[in-house]
Structure formats: structure tokens, C-alpha cells
């Protein structure tokens, strides 16, 4: 099993920019792929931000040319940096790494996720 726990969210004023950091208890995020999504109340969650094992990233309309995804392997991290937050990015964000490994101490198909962070966009 693996544990992702998420951090660095909070109040942020509308143009404001906070960085989300996603840290797992064991080294995946080279093997996975790994997403951050977003749930708003009372909506559906959605995928915001992407980076696969190698490094590709890919982004939802509404994060592209704001958000950030990035991947620091040897800290088994990865962050979300958010620019030009606006209200309606108010949401509970999650960490999410899904894919398969050879190693049985990760799971040799696994799909994780993170209990979420609070992001409240508000002045």
C-alpha cells in the first residue's frame, strides 16, 4: 500500500497563486501516472493536471497557461503550482497516481488517491 498525502492549500485572494505538493509514502511516481483533480460542491471531479512517469504533462483547458504540474522523483513528490487563481477554482484538490510496477510493495496494478486539499478562492 501506498499513502499520497496532499498539503498546501488554503484562502487565496482572486489573483492570487498557491502551490499544492503531493508526497507519497513510497517511491511510485516514477511507474505512475499522476494526475491532480479537482471537486467542487455539489459537481463531479475532474482531472486539472497531469504528468505521466516520464515526465509528460497535460492540462485541462481552464489550468492551462495558470497551473503547473511537476515531479520531484527522488522527493517522491509531486507539486501543482496555481497562478491567477480566480473563484471559480474553489474546490477540494486531490492527488491521484494510478499504473502498474513489478514490485509487489507498490502494487503491481495500483490506483491511489490522496484525501484532498481545501482550495478557497475569495477576497
Known amino acids: 500500500q501506498v499513502q499520497l498525502v496532499e498539503s498546501g492549500g488554503g484562502l487565496v485572494q482572486p489573483g492570487g497563486s498557491l502551490r499544492l505538493s503531493c508526497v507519497a509514502s513510497?517511491?511510485?511516481?516514477?511507474?505512475?501516472?499522476t494526475g491532480w483533480y479537482r471537486q467542487a460542491p455539489g459537481k463531479q471531479r475532474v482531472l486539472v493536471a497531469g504528468?505521466?512517469?516520464?515526465?509528460?504533462?497535460h492540462y485541462a483547458d481552464s489550468a492551462k497557461g495558470r497551473f503547473t504540474i511537476s515531479m520531484d522523483s527522488a522527493k517522491n513528490t509531486v507539486y501543482l503550482q496555481m497562478d491567477s487563481l480566480n473563484p471559480e477554482d474553489t474546490a477540494v484538490y486531490y492527488c491521484?497516481?494510478?499504473?502498474?510496477?513489478?514490485?509487489?510493495?507498490?502494487?503491481?496494478?495500483?490506483?491511489?488517491w490522496g484525501q484532498g486539499t481545501q482550495v478557497t478562492v475569495s477576497s
Open positions: 491521484n497516481t494510478k499504473g502498474g510496477s513489478t514490485d509487489a510493495d507498490i502494487g503491481f496494478e495500483f490506483d491511489y
Open positions: 513510497k517511491r511510485i511516481f516514477h511507474v505512475g501516472n
Open positions: 504528468i505521466a512517469f516520464d515526465g509528460t504533462t
